[in-house]
């Protein structure tokens, strides 16, 4: 397992040193009910049925932990999928589940690994 965390941490970091101009911050670092940009890794990604708005939630993982992304509304965004890097913009919450931000700005930096 700690093979597979380097891995994921070793990608993280990379994405991060990959383009200087971005001014990211990590999951680790993020302060709550404020604006961020994260870039990351979709590890999971979940369709919300729901009688009143449906909504798409993505798993991002930046190796120092994860961010819950929600697209209210979206059944599918063509390019997000698991295994692709992305980049998002948004005001960040943490709650008992942990981060999560609602319909940020995104940019998509690979299709699926």
């Known amino acids: 397992m ?7 941490e070793q990608h993280a ?10 001014a990211c911050t ?11 940009t994260v870039v990351g890794t979709i590890r999971s990604l979940t369709l919300r049925p729901s009688s009143v ?24 965004i063509l390019g997000v999928s698991p295994g692709a890097d992305i980049e998002v913009r948004g005001l960040m919450s943490r709650d008992a589940r942990g981060w999560r931000t609602f319909n940020p700005t995104y940019k998509l930096l690979s299709v699926s690994r």
């Open 2 to 8: 700690k093979n597979s965390a380097s891995k994921i």
């Open 13 to 22: 970091q990379s994405l991060h040193e990959g383009d200087s101009s971005r």
């Open 26 to 36: 990590r999951v680790a670092e993020l302060k709550d009910r404020k604006i961020a």
């Open 53 to 76: 708005v449906k909504s798409l939630e993505a798993e991002i993982e930046d190796g120092t932990g994860f961010v819950v992304v929600v697209w209210v509304g979206r059944r599918s």
